[in-house]
């Protein structure tokens, strides 16, 4: 299994939809998430951190349950600009006191004029 | 814009032969982590080096080592390179050992092995 999953896509929506991305991890251990953004043949850039509280930054509403290990994206009223790869990011312990960060292989996002 | 540069931007190298990449930090940073990103996968952390010190490294083999330098700036070695190498390397620059931090990527330097 996977360490980080994720639903490839692409996903292909019509501007101003609403779009759901899923992510699961397996490492329990795993103590911080985030999603990143990359655009075609760019860097990775943050988008948010994922607090199990839940947290919404403008359009995009990200949310944690712990206890399904389960991470997910939404993004409201989709503009043009949105379109990109969204990478679902996991903190786990290597021990010793150091972190790795592992990504998922990214849902393609594609917004239809 | 990104202050994390990359050099070089593209590379094309022989089998079996040897690579240094290379990473400049963004001002104040002191944490460098590098990744190799395959076409239409999401990056692999390779390692990670905080204040000259390796304190995080993934599933690689020892033939990929690295190196933090007194100004931040870092290098990826990867020796007896195999055609599976080629990939996107990526550079990471953060404040502070943990990986909380938000990372700030380079733009990669493109690998080819022939």
Known sequence: ?113 | ETGVTQSPTHLIKTRGQQVTLRCSSQSGHNTVSWYQQALGQGPQFIFQYYREEENGRGNFPPRFSGLQFPNYSSELNVNALELDDSALYLCASGTGPSMDSPLHFGNGTRLTVT
Request: glycine letters at 8%; a neutral charge.
């Open chain 1, 1 to 113: 299994r996977k360490e980080v999953e994720q639903d490839p896509g692409p996903f292909n929506v019509p501007e101003g939809a609403t779009v759901a991305f899923n992510c699961t991890y397996s490492n329990s251990a795993s103590q911080s998430f985030f999603w990143y953004r990359q655009d075609c043949r760019k860097e990775p850039k943050l988008l948010m951190s994922v607090y199990s509280s839940g947290n919404e930054d403008g359009r995009f509403t990200a949310q944690l349950n712990r206890a399904s290990q389960y991470i997910s994206l939404l993004i409201r009223d989709s503009k043009l600009s949105d379109s990109a790869t969204y990478l679902c990011v996991v903190n786990s312990p290597l021990g010793f006191g150091n972190e790795k960060l592992t990504f998922g292989t990214g849902t393609r996002l594609t917004i239809i004029p």
